[in-house]
């Protein structure tokens, strides 16, 4: 007699999770508003690429070496208040851009400390969020919980950058920053109406021997495993060749095609909308993992192909949201892989050391970026990116170990 394998129950049929996955959409619309809001206005004060490269570094570098003190807590404290608490320092952060603006008082290095600030609370938040899912849901329905809060950021994307090309344009960046400190406050009040988020019984926080202990247990789960390891570094090259395009998108739209503000929305609005489907398309499709994820790779080099040639700004856009698309499926698909297979009880010592290998080349990646958008050109730096792809894809075909993944 045949077998039926039930499908997992949705996850908005858990309440702790609709209520939090509510406070989160609200957090991603002023998020979105802001990813374009700031870039805009450093490269309006600037007008250099290699200023842009420092913004976006500052603001991931944090998620490299943070995350695996944040790792540490995510499986000692109690969550519920560690999110509550990074929400409040992004919400101070982003109201004291808002007067500082408003008051002709931001400069380019309050920028750049503010932002260091916001990526270090976004560690932290990350490092809790993360075990939270799986103790939420149970690891059965950690892939359609990670492809539903993706395709929800990448959705609200869709709409939040042409939205706030058209605002920057018209009134410049404050009605961005006042709504994206709104959306902290509405997502501390989320989180807050849900009892807890794990662990069972949290600890104090850990001391440094702790953390030290937290983050080798983390580095051995993280060596014992081949797949995951291989696909850890690889991921962190592509971070780095990829991170050195797109910095780049800005001044390429507008020094290529002579782009307004409200263009330049436009176009990260379709890059959200190929990431948004491409979470979808992860959440509701179980292809073999390792193969998959070798094509998606190879799709996303292919999706930035044009760029060093095209004088079409559509075709640009239009391989901007494929490239997309394939990346939005990748991450998807590789967050829950990694969900499945690290022991509940290490996913966040296991996620905060992976988030060290996989980042750490986005600050050289994005600051070289935006020195060869200045000094090499846009498109020249669009073919080094592309190049660059496709050069460490062909590397990853070749692992017998990610080909045959199946986990």
Request: charged share 10%; aromatic share 12%.
């Amino acid at each position: 007699m045949a077998t039926v394998t039930a499908r997992p129950a949705s996850v908005f049929r858990s309440s702790a999770f609709s209520r939090f996955y509510a406070g989160q959409a609200f957090s991603y619309l002023g998020d979105g508003l802001r990813t374009l809001a700031i870039p805009l206005l450093v490269f309006r004060l600037t007008g250099s690429a290699t200023a842009l490269g420092w913004t976006w570094g500052l603001e991931l570098l944090p998620y490299a070496f943070v995350s695996l003190i944040a790792g540490s807590l995510g499986d000692r404290v109690d969550r519920r208040r560690l999110m509550i608490t990074c929400d409040a320092l992004r919400f101070i952060v982003i109201a004291l851009f808002a007067v500082l603006f408003a008051t002709g008082h931001l400069t380019l290095w309050m920028i750049y400390t503010g932002v260091l600030m916001l990526a270090i609370g976004g560690a932290f938040f990350l490092g809790a969020q993360t075990p939270s899912i799986p103790f939420m849901l149970g690891k059965d329905r950690v892939q359609g919980a990670v492809a539903a809060l993706s395709a929800t950021e990448q959705s609200v994307n869709l709409v939040a950058p042409p939205i706030g090309g058209v605002l920057f344009a018209l009134v410049g960046p404050l009605p961005a920053l006042i709504i994206n400190a709104i959306t902290y406050l509405i997502s501390q009040v989320a989180i807050a109406s849900v009892r807890t988020f794990g662990p069972d019984v949290p600890g104090a926080l850990p001391s440094v021997r702790e953390i030290v202990g937290d983050v080798a247990a983390g580095w051995r789960f993280l060596c014992a495993d081949k797949a995951m390891l291989r696909l850890s570094f690889a991921s962190c090259c592509f971070n780095f060749i990829g991170s050195v395009g797109f910095v780049a998108l800005i001044p390429y739209f507008k020094r290529a095609f002579g782009a307004g503000d409200h263009v330049v929305g436009l176009a990260f609005g379709c890059f959200a909308a190929g990431a948004a489907l491409g979470a979808f398309i992860a959440g509701r499709t179980h292809w073999a993992f390792g193969p998959a994820v070798i094509v998606a790779y190879l799709l996303d080099g292919v999706g930035w192909l044009p760029l060093p040639w095209t004088h079409s700004l559509p075709i640009a856009i239009g391989g901007v949201a494929f490239s997309s698309l394939a990346s939005g499926y990748v991450i998807t698909t590789i967050v829950s892989w990694r969900l499945r297979v690290i022991p509940e009880e290490l996913v966040g010592r296991v996620f905060g050391v992976v988030r060290l290998v996989v980042l750490v080349g986005i600050l050289p990646g994005s600051v070289l970026g935006g020195w060869f958008g200045d000094h090499l050109g846009v498109r020249m730096t669009m073919l080094i990116s592309a190049v660059g792809y496709f050069a460490f894809t062909s590397i990853l075909v070749f692992s017998r170990t990610v080909r045959m993944e199946r986990r």
